[in-house]
């Protein structure tokens, strides 16, 4: 039988082009389409039953409309939430949404409580406030929707639990404060178990540029099921989630998104979802999700899933998961090295592919070259490292009644802290740093013998290491106003790592190692370095890392996806702020033939582009015809001559 909320997501449309479907696969109820799509085309809208802004950006964006402020009309009584003007304030308050919480939010001032205690409030008074009057939008009645979500609570490593009990106690003391009718009627283990459904179904609400700006829960939304291999994508217009389609999808065809980065490792991917969204792509029951690519190596990396936890015991589950989000594969190194001065483990393997289950994909996301002196390098092997997580001090914390109530066993001070972070949500930010905190694992894969190349090998792992040190401490920089010394860093650390430069130097003699050209931590540094570069106001640098990022982002990304989309129409700014119409013409219709796509045409960042296309062409013909008039003025000073 269907939960009773599928039946009224269903009628939530006039005619909708999809139905919901209950499936035995473990993957649960899924989107599928009733008639063919093209890309571009709207395939699914869902308006939040609730959202909220995260932590952040809570003086940057008005908390009635989401959209961008830049003098914060703050309300005086909790001094938290923050409008666009008196009348975006009024409205709030009148909607009931603020005047729910702000009793809530005063009681802990000048503390703010984390997002999702914030959107787990939200939920809780509007559907409390909702059930004694009419005058709340209709998103104000959608709390059964969200009850009716997944949370996965029996799988939650121990750690996340304790996580999700603390944020809960403190929702309902806060509860307590703003509405106490409110709180008598709900416990603390359902906003436990409410906020782990945020965890593993709600949005991160983003800009047109991706920038994170709010938490978002949409029951409908949340319908739609993750594939490496996405037919849709979704963008934001206010607290509207909005699925288009990125390919032809037929009718019958499951409607699917991407739940992680595209431009990453198998490992990394399987990681990512482990921990937010507590499935595993490569464990038992998963074939659905394999790429016709994907190759197992002889030992597979460490199979996880429920099927696991009847056979090996909820503890060996815990322990199996906790290998891949460190990033062990069961496969033995032949080799393991502390890289001295390093803070860094480097391990070593003897074969050609990746140590663990991976896609085509990842031989070129991970490739290492051999750079001769003056000779074009040749294929090598594959380097990939992360950073590891250090145990949390947050575990220690817990109240005992409360993980008591939740069944967790034991004393859990001390344990290793769970990396499964809430996506988007505000605890992620902790543990992220604390992540960031740890060791450095690199993984070095190769046919030949350690010995021969230590030197090289080791060199590698050292720049790799610190790269990845660079890239923690580089919002740091930026926030601290030295965007041009993290453009210097940057370039001088991608420098290092590339093929061409220092190879008659190495420690190998004549030869040296170096990242592959498509290596993923290169990707990721161009990216940083565009990044800087823009906050360094250093244009040509700025474009010069574009145009390089361009061709990685055609392989990494599908071909209509939000980041290349972005990346041309950042050329295209760039191109057209130093005056040069052609290729700013270009770069911006590259743009808008993605963006129209995966953002829809109304929206902003596709107006930009035409504005742009507007300007460049004006631009062209002023230019031609200045040219005309040149050469006019040539010919006839020749005729006089
Ligand atoms: C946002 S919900 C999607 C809707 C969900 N299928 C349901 O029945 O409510 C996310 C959850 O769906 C399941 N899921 C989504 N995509 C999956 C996939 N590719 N493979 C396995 N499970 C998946 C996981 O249980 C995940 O935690």
Avoid at 354 to 369: F, I, K, N, Q
Avoid at 474 to 500: E, F, I, N, W
Avoid at 545 to 563: G, K
Avoid at 575 to 604: D, F, K, M, V, Y
Wanted: charged fraction near 20%; aromatic fraction near 4%; glycine fraction near 8%.
């Amino acid at each position: 039988m269907q939960p009773a909320c599928i039946n009224s997501l269903t009628n939530m449309q006039m005619a909708p082009m999809w139905h919901i479907q209950d499936g035995q696969d473990g993957r649960g109820r899924r989107v599928i389409a009733d008639k063919g799509l093209k890309a571009g085309d709207v395939v699914l809208e869902d308006d939040a039953a609730a959202w909220c802004l995260i932590s952040d950006r809570l003086s940057q964006f008005c908390d009635c409309c989401l959209a961008p402020i830049e003098r914060p009309l703050r309300c005086s009584a909790c001094k938290t939430a923050c409008y666009l003007d008196r009348e975006h304030q009024r409205r709030a308050w009148q909607a009931g949404a603020h005047r729910l919480e702000c009793a809530a939010l005063r009681s802990c001032a000048p503390h703010v409580p984390p997002t999702a205690v914030r959107l787990a409030l939200r939920c809780v008074l509007r559907d409390w406030h909702a059930s004694s009057t009419t005058a709340l939008p209709a998103s104000g009645h959608r709390y059964s929707e969200v009850l009716g979500l997944v949370h996965h609570w029996e799988e939650l490593q121990d750690a996340a639990k304790v996580e999700c009990a603390q944020m809960g106690a403190a929702a309902h003391s806060l509860l307590r404060a703003a509405a106490p009718d409110a709180a008598a009627a709900v416990s603390v283990r359902d906003l436990a178990l409410l906020i782990a459904r945020f965890g593993c179904n709600s949005h991160t609400i983003s800009d047109d540029e991706l920038q994170p700006v709010a938490v978002g829960i949409f029951p409908l939304g949340a319908m739609v099921n993750h594939s490496c291999h996405p037919n849709t994508v979704h963008a934001f217009r206010g607290g509207r989630i909005v699925f288009r389609a990125v390919r032809t999808i037929q009718p019958g065809e499951e409607v699917t998104t991407s739940y992680t980065e595209l431009a990453a490792t198998r490992w990394e991917r399987r990681a990512a979802l482990l921990e937010h969204h507590l499935f595993d792509i490569d464990g038992p029951g998963a074939a659905a999700e394999r790429s016709p690519h994907t190759a197992a190596p002889a030992a597979a990396g460490p199979a996880t899933g429920t099927s696991a936890t009847a056979v090996g015991g909820r503890q060996q589950q815990q322990a199996r998961v906790q290998a891949v989000l460190q990033c062990e594969p069961q496969q033995p190194p032949t080799a393991k090295v502390v890289l001295a001065g390093s803070a860094a483990h480097l391990s070593v393997y003897r074969c050609q592919q990746p140590p663990w289950r991976h896609d085509e994909r990842d031989s070129w996301l991970t490739a290492v070259v051999l750079a001769g002196a003056g000779a074009e390098s040749v294929s090598w092997g594959g380097m990939w490292g992360c950073r590891q997580t250090v145990s949390g001090a947050s575990a220690a914390s817990a109240e005992a009644a409360c993980l008591e109530s939740f069944g967790v066993e034991g004393r859990l001070g001390g344990a290793q802290h769970s990396t499964r972070a809430a996506h988007g949500l505000g605890a992620q930010s902790a543990r992220e740093s604390e992540r960031g905190s740890g060791m450095v694992a690199i993984h070095s894969w190769f046919p030949g013998c350690f010995e021969t190349h230590k030197a090289a090998v080791e060199q590698l792992a050292r720049r790799y290491t610190a790269a990845l040190q660079l890239q923690q401490g580089l919002d740091g920089l930026l926030a601290s106003g030295k965007a041009a010394a993290a453009v210097q860093q940057l370039r001088d650390t991608l420098q290092v790592l590339s093929p061409a430069v220092g190879a008659s130097g190495s420690a190998a003699g004549a030869a040296q190692l170096a990242l592959g050209p498509c290596h993923v931590l290169r990707m990721r540094l161009l990216a940083d370095l565009h990044r800087a570069a823009l906050a360094a106001e250093d244009w040509s640098t700025a474009l010069a890392t574009a145009r390089q990022l361009l061709p990685l982002h055609q392989q990494a990304y599908q071909e209509v996806w939000p980041q290349p989309g972005l990346l041309w129409a950042s050329v295209a700014k760039l191109e057209n702020l130093l005056e040069r119409p052609s290729p700013a013409l270009a770069a911006a219709q590259a743009a808008t033939r993605i963006l129209e796509c995966t953002h829809g045409s109304g929206s902003a960042v596709v107006r930009g582009m035409q504005r742009i296309e507007l300007e460049a062409s004006t631009q062209q013909q002023q230019q031609q015809q200045q040219q005309l008039r040149v050469e006019a003025d040539r010919g006839e000073d020749e005729g006089h001559n």
